[in-house]
């Protein structure tokens, strides 16, 4: 029988934004594990509207939220979730998010840490001088099912920055509010990244729940440890007129999370050429 290293432990979450809501799911239906929430106060880490800045990666802020779990509970297990958005990194164009999770294990002594990059994202920001501006953007934006902020002053350093809201009513009126106390011509809008305002952020979590969860239940063939899985994927598939290698995945690799073994695959769906479209050669 496969082995189940966590069937009816509990994994500290440190959040704020009731993330455990997307990562409970799977990690019940595939560990037997429980997602319990840590209330620390996350926001010191770094927040997306700017009054915090975060310090270093994204990965660095999970890992001192791990730590700071680590330090006040006497978990074994510890979670933490991070997003950044901004520009799409492959093409520049579009707006993306990119969602990490890290993972403790205090006990076996390992971590893993998975990451995805998805262009489902909402993410946007705007200056707007009008009611029919911010409504537009709100629209954009899919609010109210999501929610917006409004700012006043430099991204930097913002003077007044309302967060979380999520009716018209008071979108309007804190839009007038801004512009009268500010004495402006203009507010700043965005869009609410906190995964409890933001059911599309949410969505991509548990998305990435899934990845990990399925990791954990995953021994490595070698020494068995939980975390087994893709660590790498390697470029340059065959032209399939000339066989000049392309950008396309050739395989991957799958590795272990402490031992250092790793093993080789094709890639998933099997193919084994590109089509000549990708060749710098064929199509430069
Ligand atoms: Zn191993
Ligand atoms: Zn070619």
């Given amino acids: 029988m496969k082995p189940q290293p966590y069937r009816g432990r509990q994994v500290v979450l440190p959040t704020l934004h009731a993330k455990s809501q997307a990562i409970a799911p799977a990690f019940a239906e595939r560990l037997g594990a429980q997602v319990v929430e840590h209330p620390c106060d996350t926001d010191r880490f770094g927040t997306f509207s700017g009054e915090v800045a975060r310090e270093g990666t994204a990965l660095d802020a999970a890992r001192r939220k791990v730590a700071q779990a680590f330090a006040d509970t006497d978990a074994e297990l510890a979670l933490a979730s991070e ?16 969602e ?13 840490t998975v990451s995805l990059t998805t262009a489902e994202t909402n993410y946007r920001m705007a200056e707007v001088d009008s009611l029919d501006a911010l409504t537009e ?11 917006l902020i409004l700012a ?9 920055v309302l967060k979380g809201i999520r009716d018209e ?13 500010s004495g402006e011509t203009a507010v700043w809008v965005e869009t609410d990244m ?4 933001n ?4 969505a991509a979590i548990a998305q990435l729940a899934q990845t990990l969860a399925t990791r954990l239940d995953t021994p490595c063939p070698a020494c068995g440890l939980p975390g087994w899985g893709q660590v790498d994927a390697l470029t340059g598939l065959p032209c399939a007129w000339c066989g000049t290698p392309t950008r396309l995945v050739h395989s991957v690799v799958h590795g272990c999370v402490k031992c250092g073994h790793s093993e080789r695959r094709e890639r998933p769906d099997g ?5 000549p479209g990708h060749c710098p050669e064929c199509n430069p």
């Fill in 100 to 112: 990490l999770l890290h993972f403790a294990d205090r006990a076996r002594d390992f971590a893993l």
């Fill in 194 to 197: 906190r995964a409890s305002h």
């Fill in 199 to 202: 059911p599309t952020r949410m």
């Fill in 83 to 98: 997003g950044s958005f901004g520009p799409h990194p492959e093409t520049g164009f579009i707006p993306a998010g990119q």
């Fill in 271 to 275: 193919r084994a050429t590109a089509d």
């Fill in 152 to 160: 006043t002053g430099p991204r930097d350093a913002r003077r007044r």
């Fill in 169 to 181: 009513t008071a979108l309007a009126q804190a839009f007038a509010n801004l512009l009268r106390e």
């Fill in 137 to 147: 953007f709100a629209q954009r934006a899919r609010f109210p099912s999501h929610a």
